[in-house]
């Protein structure tokens, strides 16, 4: 690259790079350079060079507003990522508007994902323009955009048939009617965040489950009026591919629900079930036993009719178990932990949080300790017979790198626990 990029030659009176290297030549090139900072250095060469790198890039991230995003639709031609999110906890004044958006639709014609989370400015009336105008987009994030209804998003479920990723968390306008036109429009549906859509009910999950039967994720926690009657249409319907299920605080669902999962949903990774207290063991047991080669996270914190049976259970059969929650349930002793050192099925556990469990002992975390040596976090917050003080004169020895949170605030949130719930 030491040759000039334009007349003159360089000290060999060559001819000059731009005028020796095709297009094709320059992007082979670029294409070999790793470091972000060689990739912007190769467009500082000229203004060609520049072009080639601007047509190079696939992903934006940007505040702009509408004449800066016209600017930025030219140079970046083939942009298949743009995130415009903003701070939660800021509004930068005039943030994302409906006319960005219309610029959006009009200007990155291939865009693939894009993300709007708290865009608290946006209304139907620029979402409509999405839909219309990015027919191959795959991903939308709209959470906390709270403006939104189903009038502008059931126009993106029928015009971007393509969507597989839709995050409506925190819109407290969607209701069903949304979900009956993602059946309609997008069948290859994969994943749905919810939460907090306090207006969807069965009906709305049936129908999303008669369409889009290759869901693999779906978050409708605090969807009070979910209960049993749609999870177990999803779990039906979506057997072989649902692998992540999130059911935080839906007071609704139960013990049927738990079984339709257990019969369907061999698959099933991740199950996130806490509050639901109508959940007993009896489902829990045929879980264990349905998803043993495939269930990792189960959180079930608050279901107060959990005991040592389920535990035992799953800890027992499900070998891949790598993080469990079961916080309040204060059902649980010592024996759930007994007799797993000389079974062995504990080796892949690495977040166990048992906080406010006020009948575990210091001789229930001794069989922990002893089984799970790849535990990285253990919850024991507000239980009274498990201190910091006891465990140090048991002699207990905590696995290499592994957290214990014994008086924590239980509004702490540990990254090593929360990445797997």
Request: aromatic share 4%; with cysteine.
């Amino acid at each position: 690259m030491s040759a000039s990029p334009s007349g003159g030659g360089g000290s060999g009176g060559g001819a000059p790079i731009n005028d020796v290297l095709t297009d094709d030549e320059l992007h082979a090139v670029l294409a070999r350079l790793g470091p972000e900072a060689e990739r912007d250095a190769f467009g500082l060469v000229c203004s060609r060079w520049l072009r080639i790198q601007s047509s190079e890039r696939r992903r934006l991230r940007a505040r702009a507003g509408p004449s800066m995003l016209r600017r930025l639709a030219m140079r970046f031609s083939g942009i298949l990522e743009l995130d415009l999110s903003q701070s939660p906890s800021r509004s930068f004044y005039p943030g994302v508007i409906d006319d960005d958006l219309e610029v959006i639709a009009g200007g990155f014609h291939d865009l693939r994902v894009l993300a709007l989370q708290n865009c608290k400015g946006i209304t139907d009336v620029g979402i409509i323009k999405l839909g219309d105008g990015l027919p191959c987009l795959q991903s939308l994030d709209v959470s906390h955009c709270r403006k939104l209804s189903d009038r502008g998003l059931k126009v993106v479920a029928l015009g971007c048939r393509n969507l597989r990723q839709l995050q409506i968390t925190g819109c407290r306008l969607i209701t069903d009617n949304l979900l009956n036109a993602l059946s309609k429009g997008c069948l290859n549906l994969e994943e749905l965040g919810a939460v907090g859509c306090s207006s969807i009910t069965d009906a709305g999950i049936s129908a999303l489950a008669d369409g889009c039967h290759n869901l693999r994720s779906l978050d409708i926690s605090k969807c009070n009026k979910v209960g049993d009657p749609g999870i177990c249409k999803i779990a039906e319907v979506s057997s072989s591919s649902l692998v992540s299920l999130r059911l935080l605080d839906c007071i609704k669902v139960g013990d049927k629900s738990i079984h339709s999962l257990a019969k369907f949903c061999c698959n099933l990774e991740t199950l996130v079930i806490g509050g639901c207290r109508d959940v007993s063991d009896k489902s829990i047991q045929a879980l264990a036993l349905a998803c043993c080669s495939s269930l990792r996270n189960l959180r079930m914190d608050w279901c107060l009719k959990i005991t040592d049976a389920s535990l035992i259970s799953l800890l027992c059969n499900c070998k891949l178990l790598a993080a469990i929650d079961v916080g309040c349930c204060d059902q649980i002793t010592d024996a759930a932990f007994q007799g797993m050192e000389s079974n062995g099925f504990l080796s892949e556990l690495r977040v166990l949080k048992t906080n406010n469990c006020v009948r575990l002992t210091v001789a229930g975390v001794s069989s922990v300790v002893e089984s799970c040596k790849a535990l990285e976090y253990l919850d024991v917050r507000s239980c009274p017979q498990v201190t910091k003080q006891n465990c140090e004169q048991a002699g207990l020895q905590f696995p290499a790198g592994c957290k214990v949170n014994f008086e924590g605030s239980l509004s702490e949130s540990d990254p090593s626990g929360d990445r797997f719930f």
